[in-house]
């Protein structure tokens, strides 16, 4: 297996030395297998065939991993990840909106995403392409939620609201990360603003063109 | 198993005679099964404990059901449905956005929705209360998009925009369920409208609110 730098979700590292070499080992263990998923059909690969694949045990696979689909996301998306501290920290500006308080906080936090080699990007092909795969992206996703929510609340914006929009932010999020994994857009920054730019004319009448 | 009134979304009817039959026997079962998930707790049930408490085998359970999150979900949701059609159907108003379209297409389509007992109340609130359901729900409201976005483009949308705002509208229809089932609020229309005027403020400036 080859090191390679954390490309997309960037998760804070735990502290305890002992803890990091584990979840570095994971990591690397997460990219090794998802290489074996992408080069034999994540469908088509037992837990079995994909330990053996990358030189270790069904028992070994299961001490990293809860199960086939927890492996193929480990590698592209840190589990710690706290975007709701990220936006409790930023400046309120006279003019922001939910809207951009949250694409400022996505950008900020995928800053480091974009360097992505071919591999990595065909994971994530194979991710929105696999249902069960993009059913546990969406649910990963769906746990962000609360902490986005406190942090608006935070910056003076109503509960209910607050939800929503962060609910909401989180769908344009998953539309950026797709349209780049499927290179509709060049950078992962771009297809961010893109997707953003998309909810604000989505309150504009539709006849104005 | 007592006979009940569609009341969540009502899913196109199969054709067949004998497919309604077997459509509508799959239901009641869903509606017994979701009470006895109810009652002893949906993680603390096995599928062989939950179909002999309705006083089927497993093997039966597993004629109508692929698993025993398939069950607890087939009571509120019908797997047919499709917003798309009624959007397609919708004649666009002068000052129609993206919001107020996918807003009447669910308010139109769940026009019905409303009359829920407690006990149906019990089950949403269930739903949303497990992460495996939450995660399926979720996942079944994403496999929505594809028709809500071609409907939006047919309407004039360019594709991008209509894709972004379906996601994020599907988000807002998955917080009005939410807030409807847990009694924040009196009716699932009057949730569906907070919660799209919700998105609506997401894009003015949080000071001025």
């Known amino acids: 297996m080859r090191p390679s730098p954390k490309w997309c979700y960037a998760g804070a ?9 584990r979840e570095m080992f994971r990591e690397r263990l997460a990219e090794a297998l998802s290489e074996v998923f992408v080069a034999r059909g994540f ?24 199960s086939k689909e927890d492996a193929a996301l480990a590698s592209v998306e840190g589990s710690n990840f706290d975007f709701g501290a990220v936006l409790a920290d930023l400046d309120l500006r006279p003019d922001d909106s939910c809207w951009s308080l949250l694409q400022r906080t996505f950008r900020h936090s995928l800053a480091g ?19 069960s795969l ?19 609340v935070g910056h003076g914006v109503p509960a209910d609201r607050a939800h929503t929009a962060a609910m909401a ?4 999020l998953e539309v950026a990360w797709e349209r780049w994994a499927l ?10 603003d893109e997707a953003f730019a998309d909810l604000t004319a989505a309150d504009k009448p539709i006849s104005a063109g």
């Open 134 to 152: 993009r059913a546990r992206l969406s649910f990963r996703r769906l746990q962000l939620e609360p902490s986005l929510t406190a942090a608006l």
């Open 113 to 131: 995403v974009g360097g992505a080699t071919s591999s990595q990007l065909d994971q994530l092909r194979m991710i929105h392409a696999t249902p």
């Open 183 to 192: 290179h509709e857009s060049p950078s992962l920054a771009r297809a961010l």
């Open 169 to 172: 932010g989180l769908a344009a």
């Open 43 to 66: 469908d088509d690969v037992t837990v079995a065939e994909a330990a053996r694949a990358v030189g270790i045990s069904r028992a070994t696979f299961f001490r990293y991993f809860s």
């Open 13 to 21: 590292m735990p502290t305890r030395v002992r803890d990091r070499s």
